[in-house]
């Protein structure tokens, strides 16, 4: 019964890249689940990686990022990590306080250099506790997108992979 939900969670995914983006007349069978109320737009922010190469130049381009996303009013932002380059409490501040910018709803998703490689309990924790769940599901428009956390799935981190799972 779980890998049938989780298929079915998927394919929601997978269906509104190929319908909602790309095809938009697409006809929604009545035995599958509700039609989504189209259209809806979000935005991706990928790798903002506060600290990479040059910190005040990774702050103005997450910034400007921001300001570019506020300006296309989408329905809501996911920021797919890595948000910071190592989870130093500055970055961390500092990437909140540019996210904070952002006009509509926002999803952080962690990568490997927000909860270390292999990810600690220690650095799970505090990234919980400063920017949110690390895995979780939201439900917007008759569409159910899931937010994951990979680098549970790439290392075994005993009783954490398996409540992702």
């Known amino acids: 019964m779980r890998e049938r939900c989780t298929r079915r969670r998927f394919l929601k995914i997978s269906c509104l ?43 103005a381009r997450f910034a400007q990022a921001v300001r570019q996303c506020n300006a ?24 909140n306080r540019i996210r904070q910018q952002l006009t509509v709803p926002c999803h952080c998703v962690p990568g490997n250099h927000d909860i270390g490689l292999p990810p600690t309990p220690e650095y799970l924790a505090r990234y919980r506790a400063r920017i949110g769940k690390d895995y979780y599901a939201i439900e917007h428009k008759g569409f159910t997108f899931l937010m994951v956390n990979t680098q549970l799935w790439k290392n075994d981190v005993g009783p954490e992979s398996a409540a992702h799972d």
């Open 17 to 59: 890249s190929a319908g909602a983006l790309a095809f938009p007349g697409i006809e929604w069978p009545a035995h599958a689940w509700p039609a989504p109320e189209l259209p809806f737009t979000f935005v991706q922010i990928c790798d903002p990686q506060l600290g990479m190469v040059d910190y005040e130049l990774d702050k």
């Open 72 to 95: 296309l009013k989408p329905d809501f932002a996911v920021i797919c990590g890595d948000l910071v380059n190592g989870p130093r409490e500055e970055r961390i501040a500092d990437f």
